[in-house]
């Protein structure tokens, strides 16, 4: 099995994207620490991982606070006595960040708290522990709109989603640059639009919904479980000499 003998933490693991890859890598023999806000969700992970054979360990907590990070890197060390693969999957977006009643401003610190800081804080926590064990794999969620923007019409130009992930493909290159003598590898995932819960208010709106699935050249949006089979070759061994690389997943979307 590709990830056999390994230990993977999670966030955003209750749904979409996290639950998706959780699944994925227990089926290729790792063991799961599943991190989310929604206690009920990530149980739900759980189960979905030990219905592969799996084991799993829940730890609730938000990646944008500090001490909730360092909380997951440790229950993930205390579970399994180890970690070697961490899945930044966690995130939110300008239209379900907040109340709608909620200032523009208070939406964007919020997106690039979760998106970008959360993001920095849990590899912080975990890049020692990962040091410990000889090296380890750091796979952030990015997006397309980390490298392009929102076509014209679409967005008004303040929306903070895009700023916090293109943040989060520089944080990547960065931090693989500065770990890669530690043998910890960093990339990021850029996926095109995705089903998942953070795009099922697009998904409300039929002309919406078809004006973006037309701008894929594929014709649709992508699943979960793509995603997550690409996630699964960056944790294992396979991409051993890959660090440093935003990979765009997003059924041609950003060739064009």
């Known amino acids: 099995m590709r990830l056999a003998d390994k230990v993977a933490l999670i966030t955003g693991g209750g749904s979409g994207i ?30 979905a991982v030990e219905a592969e054979g799996g084991e799993a360990a829940v730890v609730i907590g938000d990646v944008s606070n500090s001490s909730d990070a360092e909380r997951m890197v440790q229950a993930a060390v205390e579970a399994f006595g180890k970690l070697n693969v ?13 109340p709608p009643e909620a200032s523009s401003e208070d939406v964007w610190d919020k997106v690039l708290d979760v998106n970008l ?5 849990v590899s912080w926590f975990a890049v020692p522990e990962m040091e410990k064990t000889g090296g380890g794999s750091i796979i952030n969620l ?19 989603y895009n700023p916090s992930k293109g943040g989060v493909v520089q944080f990547t290159r960065n931090l693989a640059v500065a770990s890669a003598p530690k043998n910890v590898r960093v990339n990021c995932i850029c996926p095109g639009f995705v089903d998942t819960n953070l795009t099922s208010m697009l998904k409300a709106d039929d002309e919406v919904y078809r004006f973006l699935e037309e701008r894929h050249p594929m014709g649709r949006f992508g699943k979960p479980e793509e995603i ?12 051993s000499f890959v660090t440093g690389t935003p990979l765009a997943v997003d059924g041609g979307y950003t060739a064009q």
């Open 228 to 239: 997550a089979n690409v996630a699964l070759y960056l944790a294992s061994d396979e991409s």
């Open 142 to 160: 990015a997006s397309i709109m980390g490298l392009v923007g929102y076509p014209a019409g679409f967005d008004g130009g303040f929306n903070p």
């Open 86 to 98: 961490l899945v930044n999957s966690a995130g939110v977006s300008g239209r379900n960040a907040l």
């Open 18 to 47: 996290g639950r998706a890859s959780a699944v994925r890598f227990a089926r290729e023999g790792a063991k799961i620490a599943v991190s989310d806000m929604n206690r009920a969700s990530a149980d739900e992970t759980a189960r």
């Open 117 to 121: 800081k959360g993001t920095y804080l």
